[in-house]
């Protein structure tokens, strides 16, 4: 079963927001790989909640998918910050998930220490100008980071 990791700006949406709610919908994806990402997921898939542009980026929980990908609804919604003028309800390019909330981990995994492990090296969250959004996760990286948020 595949994983993934999903980034947040925790201003926005949180780990802990998340867990307050229980499940929400993953909305705003604007990239057309994050986007292809989002539609290959399948309930039940878990993935990396990943806290970025704030003080401390970096790994801060564990969702899972509830919901396979539909068509985003923020596109077509001129009140949103995620609003697209080209899409329509018959032709609407992006997608969302539904998540729930499975963990908070007790510290959030710092982007300098997933970046120090040599089992993460080819996760695209730790190459340099990496800015994707939604990205795989290996079944191998998955075990480095969860032996990570155990520390």
């Keep these: 079963m595949p994983y993934w990791l999903m980034k947040s700006e925790p201003d926005e949406f949180s780990i802990h927001d998340l867990q307050r709610l ?24 878990q993935l990396f909640f990943y806290h970025s542009s704030c003080p401390e980026p970096g790994i801060a929980g564990i969702a899972r998918i509830i919901a396979p990908a539909y068509a985003d609804p923020t596109a077509l919604d001129p009140h949103s910050h995620y609003f697209d003028s080209k899409a329509s309800s018959e032709k609407n390019p992006w997608s969302a998930v539904d998540v ?25 969250l730790v190459h340099k100008g990496s800015r994707l959004s939604v990205m795989p996760v290996s079944a191998e990286q998955w075990a480095a980071i969860l032996a990570l948020s155990e520390r």
């Design 22 to 45: 229980g499940q929400a919908r993953w909305d705003g994806v604007r990239n057309y790989q994050a986007r292809n990402f989002l539609r290959s997921m399948l309930a039940g898939e």
């Design 100 to 124: 729930a909330f499975v963990k908070a981990f007790s510290r959030v995994i710092p982007l300098a220490e997933l970046k120090a492990q040599s089992a993460l090296l080819e996760l695209p």
